[in-house]
């Protein structure tokens, strides 16, 4: 095929099935947040890149490679959204949320966009729920947004396992970045050639390198770093999910890709998903309003890709397979047609034939793509009835006009227990 009408490289189209699943766990995120009162927000596709530069960090991938950037006719530098958390710092700085009462909690669903190496659960445009605290420094908001993610989790089946660590804070970070440099100077040649760039501008990200483990893995632990505040923190946040029966173990390797974070970060991961295992991602970015304008507010949240959800979940979460009508033309006439608006007037998903097909070929579709056949038209028809037939069960019945929507409903519902 002409390489000018394929989409571009990385991005996806979603056809109705996986679109229904899609829609089926947008659902669910909506339906989650109301358990916990997030109310939505919605920020533009794009924002001033200063948003992005600053608010993620320049040190970071998203915004040393994979920023898809412009400048616009009027010269305005604007970046297509990377990720939502710093937009939506920008959007509560702006917007003066920090005089609402707190804590403000806020929830996103959202298109991003990040220039990376396209493969299975990694695209260049991607869709994320996440979710935002605002306001409170407390462990219980940490607790509470991990309680979120196992909830909507557990909406597909899955049970997860939480990793955490602690980044420390202003107090205690500085001297283990000391002595992960020191560590990482001895250990210079062993690195692979991105981690030799970031050793010395940032080092902790060295520790997320997927490339060689090892180093990592000899290198110092934060945990013996941390002042006393951030370890009663640590110690806090995992006590409070684990009183609530969410398993969470420290990893000292966690450091998540981002400037933004402080203290607590956590991650989920899923085997079935290879390579892309993260499943979603957070923590603590308690400076990240200052970065975008604003004093610095506490906050706390997470963000998950809604592709790698839908991946993990797999036959757990059901596609387009409403049950629905058909409703077939007996004879001349136009029959079908009024019956057929009459199901959904009372929200029954029903079709009709528009390829002017005889009755047993009519017949022959609804087989396909019903679960309940109703024939108008005919001699019933001049009686005021109409028939209708169960087609996984087949059973048949002769109803009035009047009480067909009833009929079809019960037998709809009673097919889909039955599966
Ligand atoms: P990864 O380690 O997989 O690159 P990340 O740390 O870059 O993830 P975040 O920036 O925290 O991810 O984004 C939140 C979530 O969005 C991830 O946990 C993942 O589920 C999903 N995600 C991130 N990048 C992509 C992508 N390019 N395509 C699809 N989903 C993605
Ligand atoms: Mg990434």
Same mark, same amino acid.
């Given at each position: 095929m002409d390489e000018r009408w394929q989409r571009p490289r990385g991005t996806q189209d979603i056809l109705p099935d996986d679109a229904a699943r899609v829609e089926y766990l947008r659902r669910l995120v909506s339906s989650v947040a109301q358990l916990y009162g997030y109310g939505r927000i919605e920020t533009p596709v794009f924002e001033q890149t200063a948003v992005f530069v600053d608010g993620v960090g320049d040190g970071t991938d998203i915004v040393q490679h994979e920023r898809y950037s412009f400048v616009d006719a009027g010269g305005v530098a604007l970046t297509?959204? /990377?990720?939502?958390t710093a937009a939506v710092a920008r959007a509560y700085v702006e917007n003066g949320l920090s005089a609402w009462p707190k804590p403000v909690r806020l929830y996103y669903w959202a298109p991003m966009f990040r220039r990376e190496r396209p493969q299975k659960g990694r695209y260049r445009q991607h869709q994320q729920y996440g979710f935002e605290l605002y306001g409170s420094p407390e462990p219980s908001a940490d607790a509470e947004v991990l309680l979120v993610a196992r909830r909507l989790l557990a909406g597909v089946g899955l049970v997860p396992q939480v990793l955490v660590n602690s980044l420390g804070c202003e107090v205690c970070r500085p001297g283990y970045r000391a002595a992960l440099v020191a560590y990482f100077e001895k250990h210079g040649p062993d690195l692979c050639e991105d981690c030799q760039r970031r050793a010395?501008?940032? /080092?902790?990200r060295v520790l997320d390198c997927k490339q060689d483990r090892t180093i990592a893995q000899g290198a110092p632990d934060i945990a013996d770093f941390w002042c006393v505040a951030c370890r009663a923190h640590q110690d806090a946040v995992m006590a409070l999910v684990a009183d609530q029966g969410l398993s969470v173990v420290r990893e000292p390797s966690l450091v998540r890709g981002?400037?933004?974070?402080?203290?607590t970060v956590f991650e989920v991961h899923d085997s079935s998903l290879g390579a892309q295992s993260t499943v979603l991602g957070g923590g603590r970015y308690d400076g990240l309003t200052a970065r975008v304008g604003g004093a610095p507010v506490p906050a706390v949240g997470f963000a998950g890709g809604v592709e790698r959800l839908l991946m993990a979940a797999g036959r757990r979460i059901p596609g387009e397979g409403v049950p629905r009508a058909y409703v077939a033309q007996v004879g001349p006439g136009r029959e079908a047609w009024r019956v057929a608006e009459l199901l959904r007037d009372a929200a029954i998903p029903t079709e009709v034939d528009l390829?002017?097909?005889s009755l047993k070929a009519q017949m022959k579709e609804a087989s396909r793509r019903a679960a309940v056949v109703v024939l108008a038209g005919g001699q019933e028809w001049e009686a005021g009835r109409v028939a209708v037939r169960g087609l996984r069960d087949g059973r048949e019945s002769e109803v009035p006009l009047g009480g067909l929507a009833d009929v079809v409903r019960t037998w709809l519902d009673e097919g889909q227990e039955g599966e």
């Open positions: 297509l959204r /990377p990720e939502g010395a501008a940032n /080092p902790l981002l400037d933004y974070y402080y203290r390829m002017a097909r």
